[in-house]
């Protein structure tokens, strides 16, 4: 989602992960990191690891960090109620307009941010046709079957042009 907003272009990013030492957190960190180390004109100038995975953890972090009144011009999430508190935290303080927005996870409760653009964009992927393939290949490996080491699983980028078109499972 960075690359198909900031592209080359400069960037002055704050990340805000999940809770800390978590694989999810580690991994969707390496995986931003390696992208960012692409793109030269990319700065990372904060970045924190919410305990809990909490939305008034990240409220309060980007409450916290809007005040020292450094620049940035991108918020990195990952996960959906971090993007809704950085979104909600530069409204109030008359930033929305001039910083970018993304997470992870679509959800309902998203959806309104989505629309009125104060989150740029989020991932979904559906979390049924997530189980359904676990559990195929399970059952074909558990039958003797060859299966991929690695299954990739598909999502899509939702943005307020699309947003409309996609149901949230969440």
């Known amino acids: ?24 957190q580690r991994m969707r960190r390496q995986g931003f990191l390696e992208v960012a180390e692409k793109h030269p004109n990319w700065e990372i100038v904060y970045s924190q690891a919410i305990e809990g995975w909490t939305k008034e953890g ?15 011009s991108f918020v990195s999430t990952q996960w959906t ?7 909600t935290a530069l409204e109030e303080a008359g930033l929305i307009e001039d910083v970018y927005v993304t997470g992870i996870e679509f959800t309902k ?42 299954v990739e699983i598909k999502h899509e980028i939702i943005t307020k042009d699309n947003v409309d078109e996609i149901t949230p499972e969440l």
């Open 109 to 150: 409760e998203s959806t309104p941010f989505i629309k009125e653009g104060k989150i740029d964009m989020l991932s979904n992927y559906s979390i049924e046709n997530t189980g359904y393939t676990a559990m195929e290949i399970a059952a074909k490996y558990l039958n003797g079957e060859q299966v991929p080491e690695f």
């Open 58 to 72: 990240s409220l309060a972090m980007m409450e916290d960090f809007i005040q020292t009144e450094q620049e940035f």
């Open 1 to 24: 989602m960075a690359e198909k907003i900031l592209g080359d272009s400069e960037g002055k990013i704050v990340l805000i992960e999940g809770n800390p030492g978590t694989p999810p």
């Open 81 to 87: 109620a971090a993007a809704i508190a950085a979104a």
